[in-house]
């Protein structure tokens, strides 16, 4: 310890100084191999060349480029699984949809739920409950995750779900289907 009047404004200037003395003298500036150069019109390039450069050690900073990161191929997702569903007794599936704005996939799934819930007791379904009554009328199930529009209308609180990959449509959702729906507005 010591004792020393220094001014407020220049304690950091002193301690600096203090801390670059108790560190000592730095190490040889070391050597680094930069990449080689590929040949350029036929004429090949030194392999490497030796670069003098001083070490800091708080900044020292890589600059050779990363490597590109090798993207593992997708694979074709797999279409649910159908149902075994009375689809036309008493009330078919093409028929309750008739009328209705499925102007939207998420629409459908709206809609595919809702005749499920009233009119098959089925309150609870699966995306192969969905994807069964798609393909029941002809609608496309050209969807990479088939279970998505599910999630999204869950999210915007028209289906909730009591175990995963289930969903069980609302009261919302229902009223939704059977007036806005059924009037063609949205």
């Not at 009375?86 to 739920?113: C, T, Y």
Request: aromatic share 8%.
């Amino acid at each position: 310890m010591f004792d020393a009047e220094i001014a407020d404004d220049q304690i950091q200037s002193v301690t600096q100084a203090i801390t670059n003395a108790f560190r000592g003298p730095s190490g040889p500036p070391q050597l680094r191999r930069l990449p080689a150069m590929p040949a350029i019109n036929g004429h090949a390039e030194p392999e490497a060349e030796v670069v003098d450069e001083e070490e800091n050690e708080l900044d020292t900073v890589d600059v050779t480029p990363a490597a590109p990161r090798q993207k593992s191929p997708r694979k074709a997702p797999k279409a649910p699984d159908i149902v075994t569903i009375e689809m036309n007794e008493p009330l078919s599936f093409a028929d309750f949809a008739k009328g209705k704005d499925d102007g939207s996939q998420h629409k459908k799934f709206m809609i595919a739920a809702a005749w499920l819930h009233d009119h098959r007791n089925t309150p609870i379904v699966t995306d192969g409950h969905i994807y069964t009554c798609f393909r029941s009328i002809g609608w496309s199930t050209a969807i990479n995750d088939f279970g998505q529009p599910l999630r999204e209308l869950k999210g915007r609180k028209f289906f909730t779900t009591p175990e995963r990959g289930h969903y069980e449509i609302n009261h919302i959702g229902l009223d939704y289907v059977n007036k806005k729906l059924a009037n063609g507005a949205e």
